[in-house]
């Protein structure tokens, strides 16, 4: 086992109690698990927590830019069936998520939901599928979509709507690692720089207030009349992208949707300024339309292209993809302690009641997220109050007055 694994583990508190029960449980016993995610060193002490569980796993990546080689490689050779490769094409990227899917795998854990829709377009290979689990926003946008056309084909619980993940993982993880792609790539000050955030979702809420504590001006672009409003309460700038992309010296997507910079957002930039994407798929900056518009680009460091468009040369990190993962490590390890245990949680309920769950999308049981926040806690050797038995009786009792 590589020594960044073995790092993980070591601060990986809360999935480490986790998996000391499934060892003497073993509540995945005789059960495959196709998995598609970021493969890295926090996804392999969840791949070693659930075969300690009774599993059978089979994994790939969920990004073709955020597999790290030697944690797959390592996953190989402890005998794992890891299709996970850094920079694989589209056509082999597809072939790594059908590897996984013969298995014809009980449980699916997925982020974005490729797997899960690449299931639902080869019926055959979802025959034995008792459930799944979603990891992030844009897969369970996805898969409420798939879920109101009526071709959802098994229960999914959306492990990105626990509490235990999205207002950690989305907001403080997010936050942390995509600034730290960013600087990792560029090298650059972000103090006194305008940094624009497109979207104001715990994703986007993470990376400002990062942001703004590495002393950047921030500016908010959203299309939510309510989460523009927060925004602007928080402190920040909000503008429309058309007025934000003439003063912005970093722009920053978080919104899970298509082509939020585009063509007349580039021609309005000015010389210099770099485009970092934070959502899961590469589509939120339209990079085909500044490959198009550009008279040549070329890579002037690593995970930085230039893009000269004549009158100014714009900088692309990541090939527009995952900043975080592709020119960083992805979320601090502390964070995805809470996120994949959340994910190991979710495949034992599932095994348990999948009998009794419904072709839905179903959000995380709040017992299960709050066993999440107890564990934390525990680990961290710090003690909350309880309510007492007055307490209890006063908030139930609806005839106390002032």
Known sequence: MIGKIEWAEKHMKVLGMIRERFRKERPLEGLKIGMALHVEAKTAVLVLTLID???EVAITGCNPLSTQDDVANALREMGIKCYAKRGLKREEYYEALRNVAKIEPDIVIDDGADLIFLLH???ELAKNVKGGSEETTTGVIRLRAMEKDGVLRF??????DAYTKYLFDNRYGTGQSAIDGIVRATNLLLAGKTVVVAGYGWCGRGIAMRAKGMGAKVVITEVDEIRALEALMDGFEVMNMDEASEIGDVFVTATGNINVIREEHFRRMKDGAILANAGHFNVEIDVMMLEKISKRSREIRNNVVEYDLGDKKLYLLAEGRLVNLVAADGHPVEVMDM??????LACEYIA????KLEKRVYRMPEELDREVAKL?????GIRIDKLTEEQKRYLSDWRHGT
């Open 339 to 344: 996120s994949f245990s959340n994910q190991a």
């Open 155 to 160: 229960p999914v619980i959306a492990v990105n």
């Open 53 to 55: 569980g009774g599993a």
């Open 121 to 123: 377009k080869e019926i």
């Open 352 to 355: 348990k009641n999948y009998e």
């Open 376 to 380: 934390k806690l525990q680990s961290l």
